[in-house]
């Protein structure tokens, strides 16, 4: 007899074929199946109709006391899923408490990994390039409308980082070849009335939303931050006088972050395409100061030495926004 635990920490479509998978297979003699499922009824009753599997859900005590009392009972195997997916984030992290002995990590497309730091590591550098598994929208859940929401496509937030112009090109070129499902796009641009206006009169767009500059930054970033927006347009085009909010579209925690540079070309954001900009935009940068004097080039020098400063405020503003909604769910979680 093999004793197997099963976390939900992935979508219930994928642990349900996980289980069914080792039920019909020769992988584990006489598999004997324990689902720890998340709290959601809807996958709790699904687990349920798996015959010959018992599901555990969190009790009274808690999810942190669940896990405990499952590491007592030393299960010969402990499967957990990093497959991207944000919503059980919490619960992998917890998931550590069952200790890392015979602990194996499904990471999708039929791939596993054990609970080593090499492998770990390994993996969060493969999960920054590839963010979802290449079956993931083949388990992905059947969407349940949120209140408010009247559509299941994919909700965009396109930040007005560029002239109204390019945002304008961006949007029709995306209508023609589409880069997200069924996109609803909201432009969050600055206030000005006439900006505004062609926004609003844009086929695409369901709806604009306005800024004062700098005034009231936190604010809209906490606002933003909440809705949790499927995707975020950025555009890099080299123009200077929208640095800030560059800098202010990549602190908005969307999992999927659109580019566009000067040539209406993008690409989603990764590692690989931010140091070829930053590689492009330096190169420029360098041809631009060839043949001027030196006070020029000691300004843009110092101005590249005050960016890692800035950087720095920056992580230090999304430090305080984490720590503040920590504290939220802590006490949303209490008064619960």
Known sequence: ????????????????????????????????????????????????????????????????????????????????????????????????????????????????????????????????????????????????PAPGRTSAGERILVIQSAEPGVVVRALDKLALAPVFRDARYTVFCRNVPETVSRFRAHASVSEVRVHDRARGALGHLRALRSERFDGVMVFFTGNPSYRKIKCFALFLGARHTLVFNENNDCEFL???????????????????????????????????????????????????LRAEAARFSRRSGTSG
């Open 270 to 320: 990764s590692w690989r395409i931010w140091l070829a900009l930053l590689r492009h935009r330096l190169g420029e940068r360098e041809a631009a100061s060839q043949g001027l004097g030196v006070a020029p080039l000691l300004l843009r020098l110092l101005k590249l030495a005050i960016v890692p400063f800035r950087f720095v405020w920056l992580l230090f503003v999304w430090a305080v």
């Open 1 to 144: 007899m093999t004793r197997i635990l099963l976390v939900e920490t992935a979508s219930p479509l994928r642990v349900r074929r996980a289980a069914e998978e080792i039920l019909a297979g020769r992988v584990y003699p006489d598999p004997q199946i324990t689902i720890l499922a998340a709290g959601d009824p809807d996958s709790y009753d699904l687990f349920r109709k798996i015959p010959g599997v018992r599901v555990v859900q969190a009790g009274e005590r808690g999810m942190f006391a669940t896990l405990g009392d499952l590491r007592a009972e030393r299960f010969d195997v402990v499967r957990i899923f990093w497959t991207g997916e944000r919503r059980y984030r919490w619960l992998k992290l917890r998931a550590f408490r069952l200790g890392r002995r015979a602990t194996l990590i499904d990471i999708g497309d039929g791939a596993m990994i054990r609970l080593t730091l090499p492998a770990v590591a390994r993996h969060l550098l493969f999960r920054l390039r590839h963010p979802l598994p290449r079956d993931h929208w083949e388990l992905a859940p059947a969407w349940r």
